[in-house]
C-alpha cells in the first residue's frame, strides 16, 4: 500500500540535524521523516511516523524546522506535501559547504512512498545527495530508485529481536538491489537477540560483497544487551565478513533530534 496520492507524499518531520545512526554519524544532514510502515518491530523508537498505515485518512500535520540550528523553531503544516514544497522546506536547512549537503530520507519506511520519490528524487538529486534509511524489504521499489540514490541504510530485521517473522530472503533480494550504491547494513540487537541471526545475516552478506559494513546496533532501555554479547556478536560475524561494527545511537547520547 501507498501514502501518496498524485505527487504528493505524507509525511512526519523535516529537519536538519547530525546523523547519529550506523557508519556516517557525526555528519550533518537535513532528514525527511515519511508516514506510514509496514512493520511493528518491538523496538521501535519513532511511533509517530507509523500513524499513517494505523489511520491514513486522518489528517496528521508535519512538522516542520523552519531554521538552520539544531532544535531550531518548527512549524505545522497539512499533509500530504507536494514535490515542490518538500524541495523548499529542505532547501531553506542548507548549510552551505564545499560538498552537497545530504538528503537523510527515513520513516516509518520510505519506499512505501515509491510514486512520490520517482518524482522528486530526480528533482533534488543534483543539489543533494540522497541517503536512504530503509528497513529492506521493498525490493521492486529499491530496483526503481537504485540509480537516484547514493548511500543506502539498510536495516536487517532480525527475528529474535523484532518480534516478528524471519525476511531472510526480502533482505537477500534487497541486497542485489541496492548493490550499484553506497551500501552498510544495520541491526538493532536487544538482550534476546540469538547469535544465529547475526550468523545468518553475515552469511547473506557475504554472499553478495564480503566488505559491505556491518552495523550491529544495540537498543536501550530494557532492552539493552550486555557488552559481553555484542563482543560475542562481533566476534560471530567477523568469522564471515570483513566490516562488523557496534555503533550505537549517538545522537542521544548528544541530545539532537
Known amino acids: 500500500m501507498y501514502y501518496c496520492s498524485m505527487i ?3 509525511l512526519n518531520e523535516v529537519f536538519a540535524s547530525i546523523q547519529g545512526e550506523g557508519i556516517h554519524i557525526g555528519e550533518r544532514h537535513i532528514f525527511v521523516r515519511f508516514q506510514g510502515c509496514n512493520m511493528r518491530c518491538c523496538f521501535c523508537d519513532t511511533p509517530a511516523a507509523i500513524a499513517a498505515i494505523d489511520n491514513p485518512a486522518g489528517q496528521v500535520l508535519c512538522s516542520i524546522q523552519v531554521s538552520r540550528e539544531l532544535h531550531g523553531a518548527r512549524e505545522q503544516i ?3 506535501v507536494s514535490v515542490s ?6 532547501s531553506r536547512l542548507v548549510v552551505h559547504g564545499p560538498g552537497r549537503p545530504i538528503l537523510s530520507l ?3 519506511e520510505p519506499l512505501l512512498q515509491l510514486e512520490f520519490l520517482t518524482h522528486w528524487l530526480p528533482q533534488v538529486g543534483n543539489d543533494f545527495r540522497i541517503y536512504l534509511e ?3 524489504v521493498q525490493v521492486d521499489a529499491m530496483k526503481k530508485i ?4 547514493d548511500v543506502v541504510s539498510m536495516d536487517f530485521k532480525l527475528p529474535s529481536a523484532t518480534g516478528l517473522r524471519a525476511f531472510w530472503d526480502e533482505h537477500r533480494r534487497f541486497l542485489l538491489a541496492a548493490a550499484e550504491t553506497d551500501l552498510f547494513v544495520k541491526a538493532v540487537v536487544t538482550r534476546v537477540t540469538r547469535r544465529e541471526d547475526i550468523l545468518i545475516s553475515a552469511r547473506l552478506i557475504a554472499d553478495i560483497n564480503k566488505s559491505i559494513p556491518f552495523v550491529l546496533q544495540p537498543a536501550d532501555g530494557n532492552l539493552k544487551p550486555s557488552s559481553q554479547m555484542l563482543v560475542e556478536f562481533q566476534d560471530t560475524a567477523l568469522g564471515t ?5 557496534v555503533i550505537p545511537q549517538t ?3 548528544l541530545d539532537v533530534p
Open 8 to 10: 504528493y507524499a505524507r
Open 241 to 245: 565478513i570483513e566490516d562488523i561494527r
Open 134 to 136: 530503509t528497513n529492506g
Open 146 to 149: 537504485s540509480s537516484a540514490v
Open 251 to 253: 545522537h542521544k547520547i
Open 85 to 90: 514544497r518538500l524541495i523548499e522546506l529542505c
Open 78 to 80: 497539512p499533509n500530504p
Open 106 to 108: 527515513t520513516g516509518g
